[in-house]
């Protein structure tokens, strides 16, 4: 059975854990909304609008600031249980520093579980409506581009045409297998072009061994061909970046996609071991935070500990950040990019450990 320490440290955790969320939840809402409305000024939409999209938005954007959440929190519940003595009443009781970062990190876990299980499924799907509405106002709606089981699809309008693009197979700088029917603006077919391969470096495509035809011509064959387009391999590359609005079932029928397809699983495999190493990071983030507060001088001052806490957040953050980078230009192997940055801070907090219960 749980203790009655131990009660009073989860409950406590628990209740900072959530203001400090809220508090967070609060401030995304108030800065994206901002952000909707001047998106949304030149639209016939009412006020309520903007408001709506943003509720809809904030959570995917709260769930990549869960590490401050727990680091932070874990830095007011020691501000609060050093500022009541309660850590002298707990080493008279032989509870030991290093019993309550145990109780911490086993609760933290348990939640950060949570978090991913329930909170990102939660914010992908509500981050996907988002995206859909929102892509109704978008000034960019006429180039759209997707996975399917039948490989690679793109609307693409151009020239006063719609062109509707399909691709068995992705790699690179060059699609294969192509089928292309170019339309009017009154969606009358005018012409057909099939190709084996397709150089899209830039947006002037170079087709090659194609086959077209106009009407009720009958097929013309030509070596090459220059075809114009709004794409070209770096964007097509960079459509499908937005993982955050899928969720677990989405993004393993999104990989076969993929993989049929002969896409790059770099960015997708990067970010199924962000997912996966996200309890742990967020726990770590909660160790490193109680070891900090416990190893530095109780006299110095509140906002001393917020600003070194908040200074050590956000390098931690932007390590992560730029070692992810690094795995998806394949500096670093995938499992690497992700796992590294958490296996140093693991060394740290051994570090940290040393000694701990005399502090």
């Avoid at 900072?16 to 969320?21: D, K, M, R």
């Avoid at 294969?176 to 603006?185: A, E, P, R, S, V």
């Avoid at 993929?258 to 990071?281: D, E």
């Avoid at 390590?319 to 296996?343: A, D, H, Q, R, T």
Wanted: glycine share 2%; net charge positive.
């Amino acid at each position: 059975m749980i203790k009655v320490y131990q009660k009073y440290l989860i409950s406590s955790f628990f209740k900072t854990l959530c203001i400090v969320f809220f508090i967070f939840f609060s401030l995304i809402i108030i800065l994206n909304i901002f952000e909707e409305v001047s998106y949304l000024k030149d639209t016939d939409t009412n006020l309520i609008f903007p408001f709506f999209l943003t509720l809809l938005n904030s959570p995917s954007i709260v769930y990549e600031t869960f590490p401050f959440i727990f680091f932070i929190s874990t830095q007011f519940l020691f501000i609060k249980l050093i500022d009541k003595e309660e850590l002298d009443i707990f080493k008279k009781v032989s509870l030991s520093n290093f019993k309550i970062l145990s109780i911490l990190s086993i609760f933290s876990f348990i939640i950060s579980i949570v978090v991913v299980l329930v909170f990102y499924n939660l914010s992908s799907n509500l981050k996907f409506i988002y995206l859909d509405l929102k892509n109704q106002y978008s000034k960019d709606n006429k180039y759209l581009a997707v996975v399917t089981e039948n490989g690679l699809w793109i609307k693409d309008e151009i020239n006063n045409n719609i062109n509707i693009i399909n691709a068995g197979r992705i790699s690179s700088e060059t699609l294969y297998n192509i089928t292309i029917n170019q339309f009017t603006k009154d969606y009358e077919n005018f012409n057909n072009i099939l190709a084996d391969e397709a150089n899209i470096k830039n947006k002037k495509w170079v087709l090659r061994n194609v086959s077209s035809s106009s009407g009720n011509t009958s097929l013309k064959k030509t070596q090459n061909l220059i075809f114009e387009s709004n794409f070209d391999s770096d964007q097509i590359n960079q459509l499908f970046s937005d993982l955050s609005s899928l969720n677990f079932f989405e993004l393993d029928n999104l990989k076969k996609e993929y993989k049929k397809l002969g896409y790059s699983l770099t960015n997708l495999n990067i970010h199924f071991h962000k997912l996966i190493s996200y309890p742990f990071n967020l726990t770590i983030m909660t160790l490193f935070g109680c070891i900090i507060m416990l190893n530095i001088k109780r006299n110095k001052s509140k906002i001393f500990h917020l600003v070194l806490g908040t200074l050590c957040s956000v390098t931690i953050y932007y390590v992560n950040y730029f070692s992810s980078l690094l795995g998806e230009n394949e500096k670093l192997p995938e499992f690497m990019s992700i796992w590294l940055p958490l296996l140093i801070i693991i060394l740290f907090c051994s570090i940290g450990l040393v000694r701990i219960n005399e502090k």
